[in-house]
């Protein structure tokens, strides 16, 4: 089943991409959708009815999602890319392989709003790839800081508005209006601790530089961690290499080989080469390196698939997860 705002009802979905006035898709992607799903009629998403229906995926504007995805969660599980809920205290913004322990929050969420169902946002898919490297350092390592600056794919602007071709082109674009803040939130809170009264978000700061670059898809980013220990490359390596190991055992259909591909190429990653690795649902890292600049400094690169991992794929993982810890 496929829903919309009042103005794409009635109409089927390969008519509701379709832009009034130009004919164009306004939604991009760069597989085309199968032809089945193109011709599922839209839905009027206001009165949609949830009967039968044991997960919607939202991926609306955070105004909408403030409105609709209560209405959905009294009866129905919501796993969401959009950003409405995120900060709220019964909220958990759930991780494959990072924080799936924070899942109980949903328990405490239902009792608290009378639910049947749930809300389970993802996080910014600037922040995604950037969660998936720091677990492993923060579990062995400890963290003290974090320094990161993006170099996003305009994939992650949507195609509707999105970025215009003039801005783009020949240029990085220096700020993404709220990007770095949300990065700098949620990756505190995802990392932090469970305890009764919620999550604690991790003590540690994050300063985010986000930036818009001429790539259609893949957000890369360089980070630079200081860490409460010292530690070896050939340790930071082995914790790399290892971490994800107990999440990708389950077996879960959209789950990847690896959580984390470490490269050894200086090279690489690049977002050509590496967003689609493992379908998309790694997060490839490369030029790993000690940071003379921080205390027990590290740095490295990492490539994440903003609309795979970072979006609808990784929404379906999480469901994937929440269904065998029954949760769905």
Excluded at 204 to 216: D, E, H, I, L, Y
Excluded at 224 to 236: F, G, K, M
């Amino acid at each position: 089943m496929v829903a919309a705002s009042e103005r794409s009802a009635g109409r089927s979905y390969a008519e509701a991409l379709r832009d009034a006035k130009t004919g164009a898709r306004r939604w991009w992607c760069n597989e085309e959708p199968p032809t089945d799903a193109l011709r599922l009629p839209v839905e009027n998403a206001a009165e949609l009815n949830l009967a039968g229906i044991d997960v919607v995926f939202s991926a609306v504007e955070s105004d909408v999602a403030r409105e609709l995805e209560p209405r959905f969660a009294q009866t129905t599980a919501v796993l969401s890319t959009a950003s409405a809920f995120r900060y709220e205290e019964d909220v958990p913004i759930l991780v494959p392989g990072v924080n799936l322990a924070h899942a109980a929050q949903i328990d405490i969420q239902r009792r608290r709003r009378g639910w049947r169902g749930f809300i389970a946002p993802l996080p910014n898919c600037t922040t995604m790839g950037l969660v998936i490297t720091l677990k492993p350092l923060l579990e062995q390592f400890g963290i003290e800081r974090v320094l990161m600056t993006s170099m996003q794919g305009i994939s992650g602007a949507g195609r509707s508005p999105g970025v215009v071709a003039l801005d783009i082109l020949d240029n990085v674009i220096p700020y993404i209006p709220s990007e770095e803040e949300k990065v700098a939130r949620e990756t505190t809170k995802i990392l932090g601790v469970l305890g009764e009264g919620g999550v604690a978000p991790a003590a540690f700061p994050v300063s985010a530089t986000c930036t818009r670059a001429a790539v259609m898809e893949g957000h890369t980013e360089a980070v630079s961690v200081s860490l409460d220990t010292n530690a070896t490359l050939d340790e930071v390596v082995a914790a790399f290499r290892s971490f994800g190991d107990a999440f990708v055992r389950l077996g879960l259909p959209s789950a990847p080989q690896r959580l984390i591909t470490l490269h050894d190429d200086p090279f690489r990653p690049q977002p050509r080469l590496d967003r689609d690795a493992d379908g998309g649902m790694t997060t490839s890292v490369g030029r790993l390196r000690a940071c003379a600049a921080l205390e027990n400094g590290i740095a490295y690169l990492l490539v994440s698939h903003n609309t795979k991992m970072g979006a609808a794929k990784g929404a379906v993982l999480t469901a994937e997860y929440l269904a065998t810890a029954g949760y769905l």
